[in-house]
């Protein structure tokens, strides 16, 4: 019989057990995986493409302080008590419906993302045929590898990440010796962009939009981590990526965009790195596609088992999962990269502050979590209520400040919103019953 953990539902419905935990380099290399896409390459492009290095490279500092702030904050909740974030978001302020809408608008958005990344792949797969393949035929071929992939869980990851993750450092290493050989980088780094002018606020919106969806979903890699009362796996997971992911690989995307004048990654990797970058550029696409794959049908499966209260197969929603992000991929989805970007940037920092806020200062539920987690059982579905009311309303109005208010950094702005809005309607509902009793 073949292990849960292998294939099947992967924990979809419980709490992670302490035995099927793994190691901090295993997740790492996971978390790095997701950092180091080609969207991530392509996202320094782009901001190289419009801003010069020191507004790019400032962008992305702003832009990683709140990815920072939200991965580690999420991600030890998810590996102290062993649940993915559509689980966690149940008794994190938002309900049972609440976590529901949670899980749909993280699979809307990471089935978005599959197919930003599947459209990159297709185009290496394409250029590999010497167009012969056709746009189609490739995306089409790439998503439904990637989807079989991914049926086998957790432990797939770790497999593609560890081949991937050197392999797209090598090449990387490689663009750059070529870059340094012919170009100076004193006239890189004062060079003029002649892409579209960005402001810091949309670099920076656009630098926490490329990475919330991930760093929403870091419960889904941390509630592996073997160290997850004290954190620090966490730490050393969410920061690391961070550095490596962020820093280092935007920082020479930016270079190479000066050297060369464009954004378009399969074009950097392969005019720098022929056929090695070409082998880069599809295992990148591939390490991070079954990230994105794996958790969109963990959020399926919640979201399902949270309206019909039936378990439904975690392989069928991956199979169905696949196929729409692949239809995505065909019909364009990589042409709206930017304005992609700054739009999870906006909608998705606020669920994150109230899931903080509540798990960290108002601790709701922490009583019952701390109880259950010692049985390794959930809390009862009782012990929540169908639909969090003042989560959704900060949610809502976060995200409609991040869209409206041009002033400061949008993301920051609708994550702050939610967070005090949320803080105070609570206190003021529980103020009010309080009273009520008294009298």
């Avoid at 930003?116 to 394409?126: E, T, Y």
């Avoid at 990797?269 to 963990?298: E, F, H, P, Q, R």
Wanted: proline letters at 3%.
């Amino acid at each position: 019989m073949i292990n849960n953990s292998v294939i099947g539902n992967d924990y979809a419905f419980s709490r992670v057990p302490l035995t099927a935990r793994s190691s901090l380099l295993t997740v790492t290399l996971i978390r790095i995986g997701v950092t180091t896409a080609l969207a991530q390459f392509m996202l320094g492009a782009t901001l190289g493409h419009s801003m010069t290095f020191s507004q790019a490279m400032l962008a992305t500092f702003f832009g990683s302080l709140i990815v920072e702030f939200v991965g580690l904050g999420l991600g030890i909740a998810g590996a102290r008590e062993g649940l993915s974030t559509s689980l966690l978001a149940r008794w994190c302020g938002f309900g049972r419906f609440g976590s529901v809408l949670i899980g749909l608008a993280i699979a809307i958005s990471t089935l978005c993302w599959f197919g930003v990344q599947n459209s990159i792949l297709a185009k290496g797969l394409n250029y590999a045929s010497d167009g012969r393949l056709g746009f189609g035929w490739a995306s089409a071929i790439s998503g439904i590898s990637l989807t079989v992939l991914v049926i086998f869980g957790f432990r797939a990851l770790g497999w593609t990440a560890k081949l991937a993750v050197p392999l797209f450092f090598l090449v990387i290493g490689w663009i750059m010796v070529i870059l340094l050989q012919g170009h100076n980088v004193a006239d890189l780094v004062t060079s003029i962009p002649t892409g579209v002018p960005m402001t810091l606020g949309a670099g920076a919106t656009a630098v926490a939009g490329g990475v919330i969806v991930s760093t929403l979903i870091t419960p889904d890699i941390s509630r592996y981590c073997q160290n997850g009362r004290h954190g620090r796996h966490v730490f050393w997971m969410v920061t690391t990526s961070i550095v490596i992911g962020e820093f280092i690989v935007n920082g020479i995307a930016i270079l190479i965009a000066h050297a060369l004048d464009t954004d378009d990654v399969v074009s950097i990797m392969t005019k720098t790195a022929g056929w090695i970058g070409l082998l880069s550029v599809i295992l990148s696409a591939v390490k991070i596609n079954d990230v994105n794959l794996y958790s969109v049908s963990l959020a399926l499966t919640n979201v399902m088992e949270g309206m019909t209260g039936k378990k439904w197969s975690y392989i069928g929603f991956t199979l169905a999962a696949g196929i729409i992000g692949t239809v995505l991929s065909i019909i364009g989805i990589l042409d709206k990269f930017t304005d992609f970007l700054i739009l999870l940037g906006v909608v998705f920092p606020p669920i994150a502050g109230v899931m903080l806020v509540d798990y960290y200062i108002l601790r709701t539920n922490r009583q019952l979590l701390d109880t259950t987690r010692t049985k390794q059982i959930l809390p009862d579905e009782g012990s929540t209520p169908l639909i969090g009311w003042p989560a959704m309303i900060s949610w809502v109005l976060g995200g409609f400040i991040g869209f409206t208010i041009e002033w400061g950094i949008p993301s920051l702005n609708s994550l702050f919103v939610a967070s005090v809005v949320y803080l105070l309607t609570v206190r003021l509902v529980q103020s009010t019953r309080h009273n009520k009793k008294r009298v």
